[in-house]
């Protein structure tokens, strides 16, 4: 399947991160497992929805490493303002949000460059 993402589902995507975050970090405080993440779930779920999309692989390793970048400097700047589970659900759900949209932007990029070459 080789076309661009389509907004809508993008924004998708990103809210269901901030759920799986938000819901995932608040039952890790009520369980007071500091050691656990969801980060890991979350990044696992964008690379299904990349698998079963086949996107570009330029646009997975930009929204990965621009990704990767929001989420320790979120995590390096917040963290002696805010708790551990605070800074760590804002973090995830940021860097997914970025990561998501990178991949969207590049993706459509591609694909308008693609288009524009036939």
């Known amino acids: 399947m080789d076309r661009a993402t389509s907004w809508s589902e993008a924004t998708l995507v990103a809210a269901g991160c901030w759920a799986v975050s938000g819901l995932g970090y608040g039952v890790l405080a009520a369980l007071d497992e500091p050691q656990l993440s969801v980060a890991p779930l979350i990044g696992l779920g964008l690379v299904q929805w990349f698998w079963a999309r086949d996107r570009s692989w330029p646009a997975a390793v930009a929204a990965g490493l ?3 970048v ?3 400097a979120l ?3 917040l963290r002696p303002e805010l708790g551990r589970y605070v800074v760590d659900a804002l973090s995830t759900g940021a860097a997914a949000t970025v990561s ?3 991949l969207t932007l590049v993706g459509r990029g591609r694909g308008r460059r693609h ?3 036939r």
């Open 66 to 68: 621009v990704g990767a």
């Open 70 to 72: 929001v989420l320790f």
């Open 100 to 102: 998501v949209a990178v």
């Open 75 to 77: 995590v390096d700047v």
């Open 115 to 117: 288009e524009a070459a």
